[in-house]
């Protein structure tokens, strides 16, 4: 049955995953799609408060009181409500407790110089309650698909966490989770009401997925030799256990401004400065770099399709409904940002025109669950996909009464990467006018050292193009 053509199911108690959220299901297993949300605050939080939204956060949408289930026997996994009333995992870590974490995990030299935002942060997308489906569920009946955790620092500050899993949480989800949070918390808005709530594959337009046999054979062929051609960041250790890094690419307020309206000015968005911004900075890192030494980079976009699906939903409606669509771009060192910018969010922008994104869905899911289950098809067994992931549009935001209201300080989210996954995934938001990247990598097999250089040097990228544009 082609994707599209699926007949539509109600809601129910349970159901069965669509091919996405089977995916998701195993690259999370693998450390690739834990989501974490960090927020610092400077007023102490209404424990009860904070329990009472979460609480109505579940009940407006049910799939955050979902449990993940395998049956063992037909393999099948579903989500499951169990129980059928809200529940909640909350842990709360005392002063005392939270410093101990801190200082186990600042003894790491490349940590010593975090703040325990950031610290608290990395370690939260790297505690997996994912692996092993089988055999946890088997015995638990389950598990759980999202927690919450309060940290204590000193000087009056707490840290936030809610940790979910990429099956029932893309970016948009986890934007709007902490928008209803925030209004929860201090008791006002509300109303959302889930309606969709069944796999993206459900809602694709009918027409929109299909292709024959024969392209799906020649695109999957193209996608793979491709991969064979593609240049990777060095690798600085393949052997040793993985786990997810954070370096934060920020700019001021008049920067950010400068860097919207050059991309406005030539009909691109942000997402292609930041990508064309990687690319140099990756061709630049090589030793001995050559104008005449073309090197080709592999780059996924990520978009929402909520807007795109039929019938279309709202930025309210919980789950996984992104898709993605893969490139690639030949660089040779000569280029500019705006000239190399321009040409990246191009291909991207006509492959989405093409329905890319829904077309080559199954095709783009069954490479990924390959190179899941086959680590040795990928570079050194690395599970690289591309050197850089980016998503279609920021997250912009403006400081609102609530935050202040809460005693927000500073926030960061984003996801794992070190399963299957590129070397960089860049979730970037703007706010109160200044960009804010999260970078995220794979350690041991990028170092925190040499991924800094990099983000260093697309900064600088970045800013000598504004320089050159006002002197244009």
């Known amino acids: ?6 007949p539509r199911h109600s809601e129910s108690q349970t159901r069965l995953l669509g091919g996405t959220e089977q995916n998701w299901c195993k690259a999370v ?49 579903s989500f499951i409500m169990n129980p059928p009333i809200p529940h909640i995992r909350l842990n709360i870590m005392n002063q005392m407790k939270t410093s101990e974490l801190l200082k186990t995990l600042t003894s790491r030299d490349s940590n010593a110089t975090l703040s325990p935002l950031h610290t608290i942060l990395e370690h939260e997308i790297n505690i997996n309650e994912w692996t092993d489906i089988a055999t946890r569920s088997s015995c638990m009946g389950g598990l759980h698909l999202w927690f919450a955790n309060v940290y204590t620092l000193p ?21 709007s989770l902490l928008k209803e949070l925030k209004e929860a918390m201090v008791e006002e808005g509300g109303g959302y009401k889930e309606k969709g709530n069944v796999g993206i594959e459900e809602l694709i337009p009918v027409g929109k997925a299909k292709k024959t046999f024969w392209a799906h054979g020649k695109d999957m062929v193209a996608y793979s030799v491709n991969s064979l051609t593609l240049t990777n960041l060095k690798f600085k250790d393949v052997k040793s256990p993985r786990r997810s890094e954070v370096v934060r690419l920020k700019m001021s307020a008049e920067e950010t401004h400068k860097l919207l309206a050059g991309c406005k000015l030539r009909g691109i968005k942000l997402c292609g400065a930041l990508v064309a911004a990687t690319l140099l900075a990756a061709y630049s890192s090589k030793r001995r770099p050559s104008n005449s030494n073309r090197k080709k980079y592999g780059v996924v976009f990520l978009n929402d399709c909520r807007p795109y699906l039929q019938p279309s939903l709202s930025t309210h409606e919980f789950g996984f ?17 705006w000239y190399l910018a321009t040409k990246v969010y191009m291909t991207f922008e006509n492959s989405k025109n093409n329905s890319k994104h829904f ?34 549009d920021p997250i912009t935001e403006n400081s609102s009464d609530h935050e202040r209201e809460l005693g ?29 990247c999260a ?3 794979p350690a041991p097999l990028h170092s925190r050292e040499q991924m800094q250089e990099l983000i260093a040097k697309m900064k600088t990228i970045l800013l000598e193009s504004l320089k050159m544009e006002g002197k244009a």
């Open 29 to 77: 297993a693998g450390g690739t799609g834990i989501t974490a949300l960090a927020l610092q605050i400077s007023k102490e939080p209404n424990i009860p408060l904070f329990k009472k939204a979460l609480q109505k956060l579940q009940n407006d949408h049910p799939i955050l009181n979902y449990m993940l289930h395998k049956n063992t026997s037909t393999g099948s996994t």
């Open 408 to 436: 927000l300080d500073d926030y960061i989210g984003c996801a794992s990467a070190h399963g299957i996954g590129p070397s960089i995934g860049l979730f970037d938001t703007v706010r109160d006018g200044q960009l804010d």
């Open 359 to 392: 077309s080559d869905m199954a095709d783009l899911n069954f490479l990924m669950s390959k190179a899941i289950e086959n680590p040795s098809l990928t570079p050194s067994s690395s599970l690289r996909s591309s050197l850089v992931s980016a998503f279609e």
């Open 155 to 175: 000087d009056q500050k707490w840290v936030l966490v809610l940790r979910l899993h990429a099956g029932i949480c893309d970016r948009t989800t986890a934007v």
């Open 1 to 6: 049955m082609e994707m599209g053509d699926a």
């Open 321 to 337: 409904y992104h898709s993605a669509i893969s490139t690639s771009q030949e660089v040779k060192g000569e280029e500019t940002l």
């Open 439 to 441: 970078c995220v990598y």
